[in-house]
């Protein structure tokens, strides 16, 4: 008799919200770079730098919604089990401190790389 692998058991555990949590704040990164250099150019010939603030503020919105969604799950599972040994459980509260580790890190990095916008104009 054969197991088939394809079939997600339900643990009750929310897998999608953990990953959520641990990958939001890098693509929000990653987005941040991307569109606000797309932006340079135009803010340039336009002389407004506002479209460049508001690509650093929806991809920050973006990576807050990672740290929120990380510390519910870490809400969630704080308290109730026990680190160690295998299971779902001790994995969720992983992914879940995790997801609230990198997600602070990555907000502090928008926010780092936000900081020269305000200092310097893009064109010079």
Known sequence: ???DSRIRIPDGT?????????LLPPI????QL?????LVPRACDAG???PIHLAH???LLLALAGVVISWRQWQRWHGEIATDGPG????S????????MVSVAFVLVILALWLPTFLLHPCQ
């Open 93 to 100: 509260l992983f992914m879940a401190m995790l997801g609230v």
């Open 1 to 3: 008799m054969s197991i």
């Open 34 to 38: 991307e569109i606000a250099y797309m």
């Open 88 to 91: 779902p459980e001790p994995r």
């Open 14 to 22: 929310d897998i999608t919200a953990q990953w959520a949590g641990n």
């Open 57 to 59: 503020a929806g991809t």
């Open 28 to 31: 929000a990164f990653l987005l």
């Open 48 to 50: 407004v730098v506002f």
